[in-house]
């Protein structure tokens, strides 16, 4: 058993979301999960499980080659059990929600502007450095059953300054629907940020893949 039980059909709306986000085909039922055929240049295909299960297994031991990512709604120490040796688990993440997000507008520090940019279910958000020079950046896509939050990233040089807040702010007000689920995946380090923000964890959110030789 996993650590928590996370709905199927919330993580298939959540991966269906992050599909349109990424420009991504929509996940389709493969062995107990949902399979994503992304084809791009650092990913061939990934598949996602609610929970542990035969097909999970099926599907690593059928795979050899790297570009495949298995992720699973449970701990890296549950999926690595399940697994040939030659597939090697990423740093930990977190599913997670937020059932209110009510919070007000937050100012960029002096001299930082944001540019927001929306096509269709998609969003985007880049904060430039007063030099002009990216300093933060996030995406988001909404379906009828999903809000999903996506690449929310700060470089390095201007971390701790609230931009990060500032590009989650500026996204969730783009929401149009209530019935739309505020789902994400965070980092370890995205993980307090996101809690600050009145986020919770739905799930130890794990990932492996096949290391390139």
Same mark, same amino acid.
Request: aromatic share 8%; glycine share 8%.
């Given at each position: 058993?996993t650590s928590s039980?996370v709905? *199927? #059909?919330?993580? @298939? ?7 349109v986000?990424?420009? %991504?085909? !929509? ?8 399979r994503?055929d992304?084809?791009?240049e650092k ?9 542990l299960?035969?097909?999970l297994?099926a599907?690593?031991c059928?795979?050899?080659a ?14 690595r059990r ?8 990423? *740093? #930990?993440?977190y @599913?997670m ?9 937050? %100012?960029? !520090? ?6 927001l ?5 998609v969003?985007?958000?880049r904060v430039l ?8 950046s996030?995406?988001?896509a909404?379906?009828a059953?999903a809000?999903v939050?996506?690449r929310?990233?700060?470089t390095?040089?201007?971390?701790r300054?609230?931009l990060?807040i ?5 996204l969730?007000s783009?929401?149009k629907?209530?019935a ?8 370890e380090?995205?993980r ?5 923000l009145?986020?919770?964890v739905l ?11």
């Amino acid at each position: 058993m996993t650590s928590s039980y996370v709905d *199927p #059909a919330v993580v @298939f709306a959540w991966q269906a979301a992050h599909s349109v986000a990424r420009g %991504s085909p !929509p996940p389709v039922h493969d062995r107990g999960g949902f399979r994503v055929d992304t084809n791009s240049e650092k990913e061939a295909t990934r598949w996602i499980f609610p929970q542990l299960c035969d097909g999970l297994h099926a599907v690593a031991c059928g795979i050899t080659a790297p570009r495949h990512y298995l992720k699973l709604c449970g701990t890296g120490e549950e999926l690595r059990r399940v697994l040939p040796p030659h597939w090697e688990i990423h *740093p #930990a993440a977190y @599913f997670m929600t937020a059932t209110e997000i009510a919070f007000g507008p937050k %100012s960029l !520090p002096d001299g930082y502007r944001m540019e927001l940019h929306q096509s269709g279910p998609v969003t985007q958000v880049r904060v430039l450095a007063p030099d002009g020079s990216p300093a933060a950046s996030g995406h988001a896509a909404e379906t009828a059953d999903a809000f999903v939050y996506d690449r929310i990233e700060t470089t390095q040089d201007h971390k701790r300054k609230g931009l990060g807040i500032a590009v989650m702010i500026a996204l969730g007000s783009t929401r149009k629907s209530l019935a739309a689920r505020p789902l994400l995946v965070a980092t370890e380090d995205g993980r307090s940020l996101y809690e600050r923000l009145g986020w919770t964890v739905l799930s130890p959110f794990a990932t492996a893949t096949i290391p390139e030789s």
